[in-house]
């Protein structure tokens, strides 16, 4: 794999008022979304043979536990490495072009019971979780579909687990808009998820 680069959200930061808003929207990318890019890549600067062992960053963070690193570079490829596959996907889901996946909203439909109810479970995640992280939909090792969260930038992948959908609850997701409206912003955020 190469050094990280900050992926083009494919869209306009205001593509998705109101329910989030422009300014929340390039401030999430340009600085958070940079910062953990930046950040990560500082730590495989150091470390280039990591660059040539793994193919992906999602094979490197799958490893991660096993990493040979001093441990403050350690901490700091779990955050940030985390920070930048979370937020690569989270703005891929939400990408106004982006198709439906039928097969999945299948499996959801069949895990769950309905779509609905699905939303209900995992908005009742991302509103119980305490402090600053994610809610995710996975695919887990034996290809089954589960509900969690994980704190700060905790990448499913630390658990061998595929993120399939994920929400980022941290407030520098939601507080210009919403403040300490949490639940708000989740109710809201189904109207730009356009996986399923
Ligand atoms: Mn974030």
């Given at each position: 794999?190469k ?17 989030i808003?422009?300014?929340t ?25 990591l ?12 490893a ?9 570079d ?43 109810r699905?939303k ?13 992280g ?17 704190p700060n ?13 994920g929400?980022d ?28």
């Amino acid at each position: 794999m190469k050094l990280l680069t900050l992926p083009d959200l494919g869209y306009e930061y205001s593509a998705l008022e109101p329910y989030i808003d422009a300014r929340t929207m390039e401030i999430h990318h340009t600085k958070h979304h940079a910062g953990y890019t930046n950040k990560a890549n500082a730590v495989l600067e150091k470390y280039p043979e990591l660059l040539k062992e793994y193919e992906t960053p999602e094979g490197l963070m799958r490893a991660w536990s096993e990493l040979d690193l001093s441990e403050p570079d350690k901490v700091a490829l779990k955050n940030n490495l985390g920070g930048y596959l979370n937020h690569a996907l989270f703005w891929r889901l939400m990408d106004p072009e982006l198709k439906p996946d039928q097969t999945l909203r299948e499996r959801v439909v069949a895990r769950f019971g309905s779509l609905d109810r699905f939303k209900e479970e995992f908005s009742q995640v991302a509103v119980g979780h305490f402090g600053s992280g994610w809610a995710w939909l996975v695919e887990d090792d034996q290809g089954e579909l589960k509900l969690y969260s994980t704190p700060n930038q905790d990448s499913p992948h630390l658990k061998g687990h595929k993120p399939l959908i994920g929400l980022d609850v941290w407030e520098h997701a939601y507080y210009l808009k919403y403040q300490n409206r949490r639940p708000e912003y989740i109710e809201n955020w189904w109207q730009v998820l356009k996986l399923i």
